[in-house]
């Protein structure tokens, strides 16, 4: 009978599935950026940032999971807290920017049980004023009042809030340049339809989830849906001057318009031109390792406007974990790399912030 009803409920999935929806999420964005900038509190906040100054870390899909053997957080913990003890001690401000937690597959109590020693990790940029965290699909119970002061509030304080997304306001020549980070999700009727389908996914789906155990996360896996996802975001981005947008959710990172598997190959295509044999050694692993990415992958794309950033992950099946770091004037697309004892923060890929406000 279980595995009957586990059934009808996949069918039902199916039905209002992650597929992304252009202009669902075109409508779902615009609508969540409109409201930040109105000064709408409850949905997110307008900093002022000096783009020379300012050190951020943004870090999204942890999905800090009940340390079982469909915890996807497991292997990259340790790579997650040297990152965490590293910006803290650099006095970086921490965005966790959605699926913080894996609440589609758990019950929060064992999530926070399972991980104190992460989320205590991330309370401490908090009781410093520099910490903002976003709600995302797979952690949207956070959302409410209640799971949130009975669960997270412990740990973190009162002063916790949640939002659904930031805006950062930088001036340069005279003129506001704007970076909005949102989690990505917006636009997925399963979990982003308006306000009742938000607390039915809260408070009903996902309970039923954990129970039937059906794990539904049709966007990360597949990797069209990635790619016309990430595609979809960053048309949405051209819409406003500006602006360059930052999201998480596809699991894959991009930087400056394309994903760092695209860049990597057009690499390889050229050094394999000039022959060289050192370089293109070093692609190739870098590739090898990055093979659960783009294997498959068809879809085919050009992004010509550098406007679309995505962190990646904290739950690779390697152990690494991805983030967009804005310090020193400069955006970066960082990796944390475990390397046997050793983890390593390595830089992938950076522009200088005033270059891409010229470009946009």
Aim: with cysteine; net charge negative.
């Amino acid at each position: 009978m279980k595995k009957f009803i586990r059934n009808i409920i996949v069918r039902m999935s199916n039905s209002v599935s992650s597929k992304p929806d252009k202009q669902l999420v075109f409508d779902s964005l615009s609508q969540l950026y409109k409201q930040i900038c109105d000064g709408k509190k409850d949905k997110g906040l307008v900093l002022t940032c000096d783009y020379e100054k300012t050190s951020i870390i943004i870090f999204s899909d942890q999905h800090k999971g009940g340390k079982d053997g469909s915890d996807d957080f497991i292997l990259a913990e340790a790579s997650y807290l040297t990152a965490l003890r590293y910006y803290y001690e650099k006095g970086f401000t921490l965005v966790n920017l959605g699926d913080c937690e894996e609440l589609w597959e758990n019950k929060p109590s064992a999530v926070v049980e399972k991980n104190r020693v992460s989320l205590l990790e991330e309370a401490r940029f908090l009781q410093q004023n520099r910490y903002y965290r976003i709600v995302g699909n797979h952690d949207l119970e956070w959302n409410y009042q209640v799971p949130r002061d009975m669960y997270l509030k412990p740990l973190f304080g009162k002063e916790l809030k949640i939002y659904e997304g930031l805006v950062l306001k930088m001036k340069y020549k005279d003129a506001d340049e704007t970076i909005f980070l949102a989690h990505g999700h917006q636009g997925d009727l399963r979990s982003d339809g308006n306000a009742f389908s938000k607390w039915f996914v809260a408070a009903i789906w996902t309970p039923v989830q954990r129970w039937f155990d059906v794990r539904l996360d049709t966007l990360s896996d597949n990797f069209d849906l990635v790619d016309e996802h990430n595609i979809i975001m960053y048309e949405w981005s051209q819409q406003y001057k500006k602006t360059l947008l930052i999201s998480g959710h596809t699991h894959k990172p991009v930087f400056a318009s394309m994903d760092h598997i695209d860049r990597l190959s057009k690499q390889l295509i050229k050094a394999t031109e000039k022959k060289d044999e050192e370089r293109i050694k070093i692609l190739q692993e870098a590739l090898e390792k990055r093979k659960a990415e783009y294997a498959g992958k068809h879809f085919v794309k050009t992004m010509l406007s550098p406007s679309y950033f995505n962190t990646g992950c904290c739950c690779f099946s390697d152990g690494d974990i991805t983030g967009i770091e804005i310090a020193e004037g400069f955006i970066r697309l960082i990796k944390w790399e475990q390397e046997g004892k050793n983890i390593n923060r390595i830089v992938l890929e950076e522009a200088p912030l005033d270059y891409l406000f010229d470009q946009l």
